[in-house]
């Protein structure tokens, strides 16, 4: 099994910043993609922030400019540096990984929890 943490969510005034972090520990042979989504109520899941394992990244529109993804490969981590965060910013944010958990072996997708940001004064 893959677990995924999240860490880093909270309060913050417009144009302030947050760094949110995703530990994944378990049965893990290799990582591929990772990922941040977020979901504000009333809304579908949308992706905000993709990287390979090569460091290929990818953004939303709305957050290019702001927001900054990266994976620290020997730790398993991923990050989120969030920028000049914005009220329509405000979401549950969801880590996820594309998962080997063994060589041969079909991925997985794996989500963490979520971790709530909030952007308002």
């Known amino acids: 099994q893959v677990q995924l943490v999240e860490s880093g969510g909270g309060l913050v005034q417009p144009g302030g910043s947050l760094r949110l972090s995703c530990a994944a520990s378990?049965?893990?042979?290799?990582?591929?993609?990772r990922g941040w989504y977020r979901q504000a109520p009333g809304k579908e899941r949308e992706s905000v922030a993709v990287i390979s394992s090569g460091g290929s990244t990818k953004y939303a529109d709305s957050v290019k400019g702001r927001f900054t993804i990266s994976r620290d490969n020997a730790e398993n981590t991923v990050y989120l540096q969030m920028n000049s965060l914005k009220p329509e910013d405000t979401a549950v944010y969801y880590c996820n990984a594309v998962v080997a958990t063994a060589w041969g072996t079909p991925r997985g997708s794996y989500w963490g929890q979520g971790t709530q940001v909030t952007v308002s004064s």
């Open positions: 378990g049965s893990i042979f290799s990582i591929d993609y």
